[in-house]
């Protein structure tokens, strides 16, 4: 699906695009939308649903009926929000697994019982995400921001794909950020390990990367029956947004949006039939926008192809 003429020029112009993040953006295009289809028999893996849009991801999906994997780090707040979801919507058919997805043996373990626990995978949602202020490296010697948003999802997904593959028709949902707009991908300082760490730019170019990562996924799986998306939530008023920029909170505050009003994308991916066979875009409120705005943010298929090298050989 391409961005229609309109979303092009917003996106273009940045502050038009930008008005799209608040909850006025969302006010204004989400008054013709249709109702979901149900979900029942779909198997959803859903990382980041203790908090947030993914906590509001998987409430909307339970309404739907899906059958949700919640991955979290935490197990008091997995088990609780398995409680109090699956008590509100109504449905039984909700689990959790462990994993701190910042450390790749860990994702690497989760898949393995992911894949032993489900013989189909219809939907995996790649949510969890945060912004560091100050530089930190994992336990395994990678750069947090890097490993918690990228390789994570990198190592989950590619871990997944046979599963993904055997339960076509089968989706890939990326959850970005509109702020991937301003960064490009820096190759050479992948880790930021040159430099002046810089926490907003550091997450920013790492949503650059779920975006690219996610059109080679796009193509690479072409004709399998998976799909691959990305989207970004607009603005939303989440915990993990009080913690990481207050002062843009306190700026912005009435024009959030709610975090159910941020995850509606996520649901819409994953549940609407006319996703079945899209691959490959980029998503706001239900509609496809451009990835590249700014020069110099794009990657050439060399440099993807050394990114997707470098990313292997972090995760082995
Ligand atoms: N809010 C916005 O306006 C906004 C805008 C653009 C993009 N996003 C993106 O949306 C996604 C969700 O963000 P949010 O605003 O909902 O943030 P949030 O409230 O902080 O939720 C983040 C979720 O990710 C989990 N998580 C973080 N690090 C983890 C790790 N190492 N291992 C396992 N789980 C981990 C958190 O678990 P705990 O509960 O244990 O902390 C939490 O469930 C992120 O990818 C973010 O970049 C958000």
Known sequence: MKPSLLNSLADRTVVGGMAGFTKLGYALRSGKWNQLPRMEGRTVILTGATSGLGR?????????????VLVARNEVKAARAVEEIGASADNPNLSYEIADLSLTHQVAALADRLLAAHSE??????????LFEERQ????????????????????????????????????????SGGMYTQGVSLG?????????NGAKAYARTKRIQVILTEMWSEVLA???VTANAMHPGWADTPGLEVSLPAFRRLIGPLLRSAAQGADTITWLAASLDMTWQSGGFYLDRQPHMTNVLPGTDLTPDQRT????MLTKLSE
């Open 56 to 68: 509001a991801a998987a409430e909307q999906l339970a309404a739907l009926g899906a059958h949700i």
């Open 121 to 130: 995978i219809h939907v995996l949602i790649n949510n969890a995400g945060a």
């Open 137 to 176: 490296e994992t336990a395994e010697g990678i750069e947090l921001t890097l490993a918690t948003n990228v390789l994570s999802g990198f190592v989950l997904t590619n871990r997944l794909l046979p599963r993904l593959q055997e339960s076509a028709p089968s989706r890939i949902i990326n959850v970005s």
């Open 189 to 197: 300082n992948l880790q930021w390990d040159k430099g002046e760490y």
């Open 223 to 225: 004709e399998t029956g």
């Open 306 to 309: 050394e990114l997707w090298r």
